[in-house]
Nanobody
Framework: QVQLVESGGGSVQPGGSLRLSCAAS?????MGWYRQAPGKQRELVAA???????DYADSVKGRFTISRDNARNTVYLQMNSLKPEDTAVYYC?????????????WGQGTQVTVSS
């Protein structure tokens, strides 16, 4: 069983930046960030394999960057040029199979609020 612990959420004005971190208790192939806004389904934000292959939602391309430190089993999400529509609970997810596979593990979620 892999535990995921997220940190870095908060409130920011439009155009601002935040950095999310997620530390896994063990090594794992795919780690990613997903978000769920009120009344909406959870959706992919970005994911990355241990080899560095990435996948991004179209809505965040050019604004968000996902990276990982395999030695620390940690994934990061740098979020720039934040918009009010980025407001959501952000969850770290992970699995051992691939970018398109269903996640085996989830973090507890961290709130990101973008508002003036």
């Amino acid at each position: 069983q892999v535990q995921l612990v997220e940190s870095g959420g908060g409130s920011v004005q439009p155009g601002g930046s935040l950095r999310l971190s997620c530390a896994a208790s063990g090594s794992i192939y795919v780690m990613g960030w997903y978000r769920q806004a009120p009344g909406k389904q959870r959706e992919l934000v970005a994911a990355i394999t241990s080899g560095g292959t990435t996948d991004y939602a179209d809505s965040v391309k050019g604004r968000f960057t996902i990276s990982r430190d395999n030695a620390r089993n940690t994934v990061y999400l740098q979020m720039n040029s934040l918009k009010p529509e980025d407001t959501a609970v952000y969850y770290c997810g992970a699995n051992h199979r691939g970018l398109l596979a269903r996640n085996d593990y989830w973090g507890q979620g961290t709130q990101v609020t973008v508002s003036s």
